[in-house]
Structures are given as C-alpha cells and as structure tokens.
C-alpha cells in the first residue's frame, strides 16, 4: 500500500494541471506544514527564528515547469533578492534552487546567465548555494553546469542521489573538485535500468556514499530523517574520527521536529531545508511520497478554516 501512495503522489507532483490549481488556491491543501510562505520576507521570519533555537537553514525558492525566458529570468532574481535578504538580516542561511526553474529546459546559455549572476551575488554576500538534483534526464547537464562552475565560484554546491546506480562514480569524479555535497535517498520515481528498487539496496547504497565523501574528507550534508542512517554516520564519526566541522545533518522544514532538536542538543549542525513560495505543489506532493503518514496533515489541512 505505501508503495501504491508513493507511485500515486508521485504521479501528481509532475502534473502541471494540478500544480496550476494549486497556485491558484494557495496554502489551503495543507502546504504551510511543508512550505514557509508565499515570499522571502515571510520565510526570513521563520529562518531567523529557526536561527535563535541554534539552528541553521537552506532557503529554497520553489518553481517547476518554468518555460519562458522571462519566468527563468524572474526565477534568477528571486535568488538574488533571498541571497541579499539572508545578508542583509544576518541570516545564517545558505540558498537552494533546482537548474529548471531557472532555465534548465530552454537552453544552456539561459541558465548558465542566471547561474553567474546568483553566484555573484553569493559571493559578495558570502552565501552558499546549492544546485539541487533533478530527475536522472537532467542529472548529466546538472553536473556539467556544476563543475564547470565550481571552477569559478567556491560558493557553489550540489547533490547526489544514492539510489542511482551511478552514484559511486559521480562521488568519485566530483571528488576532484573538493566539493560541498549534500547526500540524499531520492525522491524521483525513476526506472529501475538506473535506480535501486528496493529500499534495502538504496540505504546500503546511501551509507556506502556518505562514508566515502567523509573519508575523501569533502563537506557533507548527511540529508535524511532516518534514525539508521542518523545512527550510521555518528558510528562513521567515532570509528574515523571525524570533525563535526566536517558535516551536518539537514532535515526538511516541517518533518521531525523532535529529531531535530536532539540532534542540535547532542551538538549536530542541523540544518533545515526551508522552501517557500506560490509554486509550492510538485514539492509537497513528493515530501507526501517519502512519507505517506503525512497524509493526515493534508487532509487536516483541507477542511481546516
């Protein structure tokens, strides 16, 4: 049954039709428990209070399907304006985006434009961005774009998904680059000619990865709510003697609150990965997939006044 409801939510979050609707009726669907508003300045609120408890964040402006020049362009400025907010606040926040919504689709030139101009101002605010990974169509562009910035700007960071197949080679060629990684499971549904099908194989994959980026000694960002794989990588910490400068946990706004806080008091850099915005759908349809007993709150949500 759970792998029906994550095939189902899955199915939703590509669908444009719903994802316009969405837009339209805003926070009702239950999006404010995964979503931190609608603009910047309403997430800035939510970031510096996040930031008073001890904890840091990653802001992400969302946006899917983005097919005109001027959306990638507007999509670029909004990262611009969170970057200078975070600086201008004193925010301990870095920034997140996803390649599509700034151009990805249209062309190569678009989205590199808009990549340099983001990094820019990354740079001259001291803000770290992170290029989120997409579905395995995109995933060779997105590493591309990735390291042929990151011969540019330091500022810069990516993801990888342990449940592809691949994911041991890509470590291992970006390791080159001595980047800043953030690991995660995956929460596309791609075929099995590239993915692990069974969660088993993905979290023996996904433990396999994290012990090889620490110990190829780049940054990591261990994301998952997973007490095994929280429970692996402290054991990775002892064994080796790994420095908790060295990695972080990060953790989605609006899910395990209470494992957050007690990691942040056992002395963890927790970070938590705070989207906001209107184009909200897509992503709470796929945090529902990774977790289906967040159904609840949808549905609290929908009749809730």
């Given at each position: 049954?759970?792998?029906?409801?994550?095939?189902?939510?899955?199915?939703?979050?590509?669908?444009?039709?719903?994802?316009?609707?969405?837009?339209?009726?805003?926070?009702?669907?239950?999006?404010?428990?995964?979503?931190?508003?609608?603009?910047?300045?309403?997430?800035?609120?939510?970031?510096?209070?996040l930031n008073e408890k001890g904890f840091v964040v990653t802001v992400d402006h969302l946006g899917e399907f983005i097919d005109s020049v001027s959306e990638a362009r507007q999509s670029a400025e909004?990262?611009?304006?969170?970057?200078?907010?975070?600086?201008?606040?004193?925010?301990?926040?870095?920034?997140?985006?996803?390649?599509?919504?700034?151009?990805?689709?249209?062309?190569?030139?678009?989205?590199?434009?808009?990549?340099?101009?983001?990094?820019?101002?990354?740079?001259?605010?001291?803000?770290?961005?992170?290029?989120?990974?997409?579905?395995?169509?995109?995933?060779?562009?997105?590493?591309?774009?990735?390291?042929?910035?990151?011969?540019?700007?330091?500022?810069?960071?990516?993801?990888?998904?342990?449940?592809?197949?691949?994911?041991?080679?890509?470590?291992?060629?970006?390791?080159?680059?001595?980047?800043?990684?953030?690991?995660?499971?995956?929460?596309?549904?791609?075929?099995?000619?590239?993915?692990?099908?069974?969660?088993?194989?993905?979290?023996?994959?996904?433990?396999?990865?994290?012990?090889q980026n620490l110990l190829n000694g780049n940054y990591t960002a261990i994301a998952t709510h997973d007490d095994e794989i929280i429970a692996y990588t402290k054991e990775l910490e002892q064994t080796?003697?790994?420095?908790?400068?060295?990695?972080?946990?990060?953790?989605?706004?609006?899910?395990?609150?209470?494992?957050?806080?007690?990691?942040?008091?056992?002395?963890?850099?927790?970070?938590?990965?705070?989207?906001?915005?209107?184009?909200?759908?897509?992503?709470?349809?796929?945090?529902?997939?990774?977790?289906?007993?967040?159904?609840?709150?949808?549905?609290?949500g929908i009749f809730k006044k």
């Open positions: 049954m759970e792998q029906i409801m994550r095939n189902f939510f899955l199915f939703l979050s590509n669908n444009k039709t719903l994802t316009k609707v969405a837009k339209k009726y805003g926070f009702r669907f239950g999006a404010s428990r995964f979503v931190a508003g609608i603009n910047i300045q309403e997430a800035a609120k939510k970031i510096k209070a909004e990262c611009v304006k969170a970057i200078e907010i975070i600086a201008k606040e004193d925010l301990q926040s870095e920034l997140s985006l996803k390649l599509t919504s700034l151009g990805l689709d249209i062309s190569h030139e678009l989205v590199m434009e808009n990549m340099h101009k983001i990094l820019q101002a990354g740079k001259e605010n001291d803000v770290i961005v992170t290029i989120d990974m997409e579905d395995y169509a995109r995933l060779e562009k997105t590493l591309q774009i990735f390291t042929s910035l990151k011969q540019e700007y330091d500022n810069v960071g990516t993801v990888l998904q342990a449940y592809l197949y691949r994911v041991e080679e890509d470590l291992e060629a970006l390791n080159l680059y001595n980047p800043y990684l953030r690991l995660v499971k995956g929460a596309y549904k791609e075929s099995e000619e590239v993915a692990f099908p069974n969660k088993s194989d993905v979290d023996t994959n996904y433990k396999k990865v994290i012990k080796y003697q790994i420095s908790r400068e060295q990695f972080e946990f990060q953790m989605l706004y609006g899910i395990r609150l209470e494992l957050q806080k007690q990691l942040l008091k056992e002395g963890y850099k927790v970070r938590v990965y705070m989207p906001y915005g209107a184009d909200w759908f897509g992503y709470n349809m796929r945090r529902l997939a990774e977790r289906p007993a967040n159904v609840a709150f949808v549905i609290k």
